[in-house]
Each structure stands twice: as structure tokens, then as C-alpha cells.
């Protein structure tokens, strides 16, 4: 039995702050897929003229849930609070599990601003479950020779396991809760087969080429996929290259409360989020080269 699709979503541009973004979670229509609050997809272009560090996303602070980028195309320089200094490449990925409070940047390389260069990321926000979110912050770096990788049976679609288990692989990703999180590409042509437990609430986003799922049909570049919650499997098949994300996670059920940076299960939460932030116990950053 196939999942059923209950939403497709294509992004939308929002301004976050002057920065244009492709946004197709939350909407209107559908608020969250518990545990997945966020995601943005995003292409910023830089440029020689300026050194790399007045570029990009400047210092600016989280707590109670974890941001994760998949790097696309070039290079994002992350630097933080705790003292992670971490330049990931494409095909590769950082996962900051914000905790109790970090402060931190995303910045392109200098290597890539000195080349004119551009930058393709994916941002996915996943809530953390309320008795984690006040522990220490980590940071989690992929490499891409690090990724555990499965080919279809086909051999024509390539897959990268960032977080679960999987096909008899585990991911290398520490996680809050219970997570599946696979990255795939697809030669014109291949197909891949998905089982999914019922268990976890599972979206499919694709960030380029065309893929057809089966019984539902065609999906287009920069859509966001919403499965409905019954087990079964999701077969996709290309119709061109594509490139696109598994995400599949156990839903927490627990209270959501957003302020900006901030995801806490109480108005108070927030409240004490943000008091916390300006007495400076989220630590500094002071950026250096």
C-alpha cells in the first residue's frame, strides 16, 4: 500500500529581515509536521568586493529546537557561541542542536566570496522534545565521505543517510527524538522505493528536477510533500535529474509556542528565552577570520 499525499506545497518567497527566502513550511494551511517547524530554501549570490565576514547571516541567537543546513551548491562558514568554527561544503551538512541557548552566524567561505561565488541551502528547523530543550547546545558536522549512502535497486538514484536507521544503516547524527532524514539523487529515469513505518509523520522535498510519485503523480521543483500518517511506501520516479529530501520524524505532541528565534512550550518560556539572551547567557560571539 502506497502513503496517501495530504498536501503538496509549493514555497513561496517570504523577506526575512531583507533576505528573501523560498519558504514552504509553516503556511497558512498547514502550521507544522510535528516534529518539523521550518523549512526554507535559499540561494544567495557574493561578491569580492567585501570580505566574507560582513557577508551572509550575521551572529543572532536560538533556543529549543534544532536548525540543520543541507549545503546545495558552495560553501557556509558557521561559527557560534560555543567556539565551533566549521566550514561545510556541498553535499554536506551542519546540524546545531540550539538547547538551552546558542548564538551563531552563517557566513559564506572566504574562498567563496573571493570567486564571486553563490550559495544553495536548505534550512529545516526540528522542535525538540520540552525535557531537552533547556540541555547544552551541540554542534554536528557531515562530511560528505562520512554520509552512510545507498544506491535503488536500479542503482539509479543515490542516497545519503543523515539521521536514523535505514536499509541496515545507521545514521551518524545524534537526535532528539526519533528521526529519518535521507537526501537523495536521481538519474533521469531511476526509482526508488520507501518503506515507512505509520509511526513517523514523513514530507518529501524537492529541491530540483521532476519526480512522479507513484499514485499520486508529478511534482514539480520547490514543492514540499505531506504524506498522510498511515504505514506504507512512497515509490518516487524521475523524470528528469532531481535532487530532493526524505524528512520522516515521530511527532512529539507537545505544545508549541514561537517567538522569532525561540521554540518553547509556554509564553513564559519565551519570555525567559529572550531575558536570557539580553543578559548574555547564551554566550557571545565575536567573530574572527
Not at 537526535?175 to 509511526?199: C, D, H, N, R, V
Request: hydrophobic share 40%; aromatic share 8%.
Amino acid at each position: 500500500m502506497y502513503k496517501n499525499v495530504k498536501y503538496l506545497i509549493p514555497a513561496y518567497d517570504v523577506d526575512m529581515g531583507g533576505v528573501m527566502v523560498k519558504q514552504s513550511l509553516p503556511t497558512l494551511k498547514v502550521n507544522q509536521v510535528d516534529p518539523f517547524l521550518l523549512l526554507h530554501h535559499a540561494r544567495f549570490s557574493y561578491t569580492e568586493n567585501a570580505p566574507a565576514i560582513h557577508q551572509g547571516l550575521g551572529p543572532h541567537p536560538h533556543r529549543g529546537f534544532t536548525p540543520v543546513s543541507f549545503v546545495i551548491d558552495g560553501e557556509v562558514h558557521h561559527r557560534d557561541s560555543r567556539g565551533n568554527n566549521q566550514i561545510a561544503k556541498k553535499g554536506e551538512v551542519q546540524w546545531m542542536q540550539a538547547g538551552a541557548g546558542i548564538i551563531h552566524s552563517e557566513r559564506p567561505s572566504q574562498a567563496l566570496a573571493a570567486r564571486n561565488g553563490a550559495q544553495e541551502v536548505v534550512q529545516l528547523w526540528i522542535n525538540s522534545p520540552s525535557a531537552k530543550k533547556m540541555q547544552e547546545p551541540s554542534y554536528q558536522y557531515l562530511s560528505e565521505a562520512d554520509i552512510p549512502s545507498f544506491l535503488s535497486e536500479d542503482r539509479q538514484v543515490s542516497n545519503k543517510l543523515i539521521a536514523g536507521k535505514y536499509n541496515g544503516l545507521q545514521g551518524k547524527i545524534r537526535t532528539e527524538s526519533e528521526l529519518l532524514i535521507i537526501w537523495s539523487k536521481a538519474k533521469s529515469g531511476g526509482t526508488q522505493l520507501f518503506p515507512i513505518s505509520g509511526e513517523l509523520n514523513t514530507m518529501l522535498y524537492l529541491i530540483g528536477g521532476e519526480l512522479k510519485i507513484t499514485d499520486y503523480g508529478k511534482v514539480e521543483a520547490e514543492s514540499l510533500v505531506v504524506f498522510d500518517h498511515n504505514a506504507g511506501k512512497i515509490e518516487i520516479s524521475a523524470d528528469s535529474e532531481a535532487e530532493f529530501l526524505l524528512l520522516a520524524g515521530v511527532a512529539l505532541n507537545e505544545k508549541v509556542v514561537q517567538q522569532g528565534p525561540y521554540v518553547m512550550n509556554s509564553e513564559t518560556e519565551i519570555l525567559e528565552a529572550m531575558r536570557d539572551y539580553q543578559m548574555g547567557k547564551m554566550g557571545v560571539l565575536i567573530e574572527e577570520k
